[in-house]
């Protein structure tokens, strides 16, 4: 269930990019996630730098979305501008049902706006991999809009200088006794951020988009009144 604020921000992202020309891109060339994994390991510490409302960001610097519209998604919270943002490849499976009960007709509708939303999403990998660039032995791996690797400050530096230059919002976290599991190819890690234990996993090949989101607005859910205080000092994003 989406909140009507939520509804309201997908009508004003739809009002801005109907006037555009939309891009045009394969869905199967879409990726979400990338891993450097190849043994079970234990990392007493990494570095994490997640770009901040990635999607929203992306379709405002290039100019898809308006500048009311942009400033409308920032005082959302972040479940409802992810699923707002989302909407624009929403699809609808209808069914058509016969007085008797049964299903005579079925239908699915695809929005005609995903191209904008696939757009949002290669952009954001492309970002990944310019990160990922920098970060060269010190990568670990992608996760949708961040990135993790091992302790480097001074390619920390090159990856915020990198940012503030695409002039793109990030946040930056310190997470603590890694355990990576490689399980039949997944990988399985667990964590602790802000002194408390996480975990998820790595499919072991690529995963649909339906499937990272729900698992990534599960996760949002529980943890929604979570505060990161455990920010990588000296270098913040200004």
Same mark, same amino acid.
């Given at each position: 269930?989406?909140?009507?604020?939520?509804?309201?921000?997908?009508?004003?992202?739809?009002?801005?990019?109907?006037?555009?020309?939309?891009?045009?891109?394969?869905?199967?060339?879409?990726?979400?996630?990338?891993?450097?994994?190849?043994?079970?390991?234990?990392?007493?510490?990494?570095y994490?730098?997640?770009?901040?409302?990635?999607?929203?960001?992306?379709? +405002?610097?290039?100019?898809?979305?308006?500048?009311?519209?942009?400033?409308?998604?920032?005082?959302?919270?972040?479940?409802?501008?992810?699923?707002?943002?989302?909407?624009?490849?929403?699809?609808?499976?209808?069914?058509?049902?016969?007085k008797l009960?049964?299903?005579?007709?079925?239908?699915?509708?695809?929005?005609?706006?995903?191209?904008?939303?696939?757009?949002?999403?290669?952009?954001?990998?492309?970002?990944?991999?310019?990160?990922?660039?920098?970060?060269?032995?010190?990568?670990?791996?992608?996760?949708?809009?961040?990135?993790?690797?091992l302790?480097?400050?001074?390619?920390?530096?090159?990856?915020?200088?990198?940012?503030?230059?695409?002039?793109f919002?990030?946040?930056?976290?310190?997470l603590?006794?890694?355990?990576?599991?490689?399980?039949?190819?997944?990988?399985?890690?667990? +964590?602790?951020?802000?002194?408390?234990?996480?975990? +998820?996993?790595l499919?072991?090949?690529?995963?649909?988009?339906?499937?990272?989101?729900?698992?990534?607005?599960?996760?949002?859910?529980n943890?929604?009144?979570?505060?990161s205080?455990?920010?990588?000092?000296?270098?913040?994003?200004?």
């Amino acid at each position: 269930m989406q909140t009507n604020m939520c509804f309201a921000a997908y009508a004003k992202i739809k009002k801005d990019v109907k006037a555009k020309l939309p891009p045009k891109i394969s869905k199967e060339e879409l990726s979400y996630f990338e891993h450097d994994f190849k043994q079970s390991s234990f990392i007493k510490e990494v570095y994490n730098i997640d770009l901040k409302s990635a999607y929203a960001t992306i379709l +405002f610097n290039e100019g898809y979305l308006s500048k009311d519209t942009f400033s409308y998604l920032a005082r959302l919270p972040k479940h409802d501008r992810l699923a707002s943002v989302g909407m624009l490849a929403a699809k609808k499976k209808i069914f058509t049902f016969n007085k008797l009960g049964s299903i005579y007709e079925f239908e699915e509708k695809i929005s005609d706006l995903e191209q904008f939303f696939y757009y949002a999403v290669r952009r954001t990998f492309e970002i990944m991999q310019d990160l990922k660039k920098i970060l060269s032995s010190d990568y670990l791996f992608t996760w949708v809009d961040g990135i993790y690797f091992l302790p480097n400050m001074e390619k920390l530096v090159k990856c915020e200088n990198y940012l503030r230059y695409i002039k793109f919002p990030y946040s930056e976290e310190v997470l603590t006794n890694w355990k990576v599991h490689m399980v039949s190819g997944a990988v399985r890690l667990n +964590f602790y951020k802000d002194g408390r234990p996480k975990s +998820f996993s790595l499919p072991a090949k690529q995963n649909t988009f339906a499937s990272i989101i729900a698992d990534s607005l599960i996760t949002l859910n529980n943890n929604k009144n979570e505060k990161s205080n455990n920010q990588i000092p000296t270098c913040k994003s200004k």
